[in-house]
C-alpha cells in the first residue's frame, strides 16, 4: 500500500505578518495510522523541499504524542525535508492521497492547478481522497467528470466557520471552508467545534478538524481494505 499526502508550501498568513503553514498534528497523526499499517508514504508539496510548519501547532498545548513522535523520527523529519514537487506527481503507484490541513492550503493548494488535476484523476482512477480541517477547501475549483462541482451534492465538512472565528481568523483567510464547500453544492454537516468528525461519500473522505485527521485516516484505511 501506497499513499500520496500533499502539503502546502505556503507560510505567510495573510497581511498578518504571522506565519502560517501545515499543522503538524494532521500530518503526524495519519503519517502513523499508515507506516503503523505498513503503508509506504510519500511527501510532496506544490515547491518541494521542506514545507512550512504552522509554528503554533508545535506550541506545547497543540502537542501529541504522536506529534512528539514525529519530531523525534528522524526519518520521518529527513523524508519531510524533501518533500517531492506536486506537479511533478501522479496518482500512478499510489492506493490513495491524503490531504493535510493547516490555513496554509487556503492560499496555495485551493489555487494550484496541479492539485485539482490530482485531486480529479485519482477519482476518476476509483482511488480515494482524504483532506482534514482547512484541506477541503481545495476542493474549490476540482469539477466532477459532468463539469459540475466535485462536491456538488456529496455530503462533506471541514473546519467550521464557529472555528474559524474562534481562532479570530475569519477575516484573514481567503475563504471560509464551511461556506466554500457548501457554495459548491457540498452538504456541509459538523460536530461541536473541535470534535473529531469525518464524512465518508464514496471515495471521498473529509474530516472537520485537527482531531479529525487520525479518524480520518483510519477511514481512509477501511476503505482501502474493503471495510
Not at 467545534?193 to 487520525?214: F, H, K, M, R
Request: aromatic content about 8%.
Amino acid at each position: 500500500m501506497k499513499i500520496l499526502m500533499v502539503l502546502t508550501s505556503h507560510d505567510t498568513l495573510g497581511d498578518t505578518g504571522r506565519k502560517t503553514g501545515f499543522w503538524l498534528e494532521e500530518l503526524a497523526a495519519p503519517y502513523y495510522v499508515f507506516k503503523d499499517a505498513g503503508a509506504e508514504v510519500v511527501l510532496a508539496s506544490p515547491k518541494g523541499g521542506r514545507p512550512p510548519l504552522d509554528p503554533k501547532s508545535n506550541e506545547p498545548g497543540f502537542q501529541t504524542d504522536l506529534t512528539r513522535r514525529f519530531e523525534a523520527d528522524d526519518a520521518a523529519n529527513a523524508q519531510l525535508s524533501e518533500t517531492v514537487r506536486l506537479d511533478g506527481v501522479t496518482h500512478d503507484g499510489f492506493d490513495a492521497v491524503f490531504y493535510p490541513g493547516g490555513h496554509g492550503p487556503l492560499w496555495d493548494l485551493a489555487e494550484d492547478p496541479a492539485s485539482v488535476r490530482l485531486i480529479e484523476a485519482t477519482l476518476r482512477a476509483d482511488k480515494p481522497v482524504t483532506l482534514v480541517c482547512h484541506a477541503p477547501g481545495v476542493l474549490r475549483h476540482a469539477k466532477a467528470p459532468d463539469g459540475k462541482p466535485l462536491v456538488a451534492g456529496k455530503a462533506v465538512t471541514g473546519f467550521t466557520n464557529t472555528e474559524e472565528a474562534a481562532v479570530g481568523l475569519t477575516d484573514v483567510v481567503p475563504f471560509l471552508v464551511e461556506d466554500e464547500l457548501t457554495r459548491n453544492g457540498g452538504t456541509f454537516s459538523k460536530a461541536g467545534d473541535w470534535e473529531p468528525y469525518v464524512v465518508g461519500d464514496g471515495l471521498l473522505i473529509t474530516g472537520q478538524n485537527p482531531a479529525s485527521s487520525g479518524p480520518a485516516a483510519e477511514r481512509l484505511l477501511g476503505l482501502l481494505a474493503g471495510a
